[in-house]
C-alpha cells in the first residue's frame, strides 16, 4: 500500500500494526473476559500476516499460502488465529486449520491483576484436545510477532 493513501487512520505499516496490536493487548489485559477486546487482538495478530506478506512476503514467497505456511511451525497459535478471524469474517470456517470445539468464559477466584498461573478469570478456548486461555495464546503470538520482526528488520529494514 503506497504511504500516501492512507485509508486506516495512520496505520500504514506492518510495524504500525504490531504496535497496536500490543497497545489492545495492554487493554485486553486490564480485563481476561472483555470478548472484544480479546477478538480485536486476534483480528489484528492474524491481519499481520497480510500486511507482512504485502510488504515482506512478496519479495520472497511465491503466494500468500506459501508465506503463511512458513509462519505456522514457528507459531501454531497462527492456525487457531485464523480459523477465529475466518469465523468472526464469513460465519463458518471452510478449511480449518484447527479443531475449535468451544469457546467460554472461565470465572475464576482471582482477577486478572494476578499471574495467569492462578485461577484467574479469563476466556478459555477448546481446540486440538486441550483447552487454553486466550490470554496465554495471545502471549505466545506477541512473542513470536516480536521475534519475527526483529529479524526481517534486520535484513530488510521493514
Known amino acids: 500500500m503506497d504511504a ?12 504500525d500494526l504490531l504496535a497496536m496490536l500490543k497497545e489492545d493487548y495492554e487493554e485486553f489485559k486490564k480485563d481476561y473476559l472483555s470478548e472484544r477486546k ?3 487482538c486476534i483480528l489484528t495478530g492474524w491481519h499481520l500476516t497480510d500486511w507482512l506478506y504485502e510488504n515482506y512476503g512478496k519479495k520472497h514467497f511465491k503466494g500468500i499460502g506459501s508465506f503463511r505456511e512458513s509462519l505456522y511451525p514457528e507459531c501454531p497459535e497462527l492456525k487457531l488465529l485464523h480459523d477465529l478471524t475466518t469465523r468472526m469474517k464469513h460465519f463458518t470456517v471452510g478449511r480449518p486449520k484447527v479443531d475449535v470445539k468451544n469457546t467460554s468464559a472461565h470465572n475464576g477466584a482471582f482477577s486478572s491483576s494476578f499471574s495467569p498461573s492462578f485461577n484467574i478469570s479469563c476466556l478459555k478456548i477448546s481446540y486440538d484436545n486441550k483447552e487454553e486461555s486466550i490470554n496465554q495464546i495471545l502471549e505466545r503470538v506477541l512473542k513470536f510477532w516480536d521475534d519475527y520482526f526483529k529479524n526481517i528488520s534486520l535484513k530488510d529494514n521493514l
Open 38 to 40: 480479546a477478538l480485536h
Open 4 to 15: 500516501n493513501n492512507n485509508y486506516t487512520w495512520g496505520i500504514v505499516t506492518p510495524i
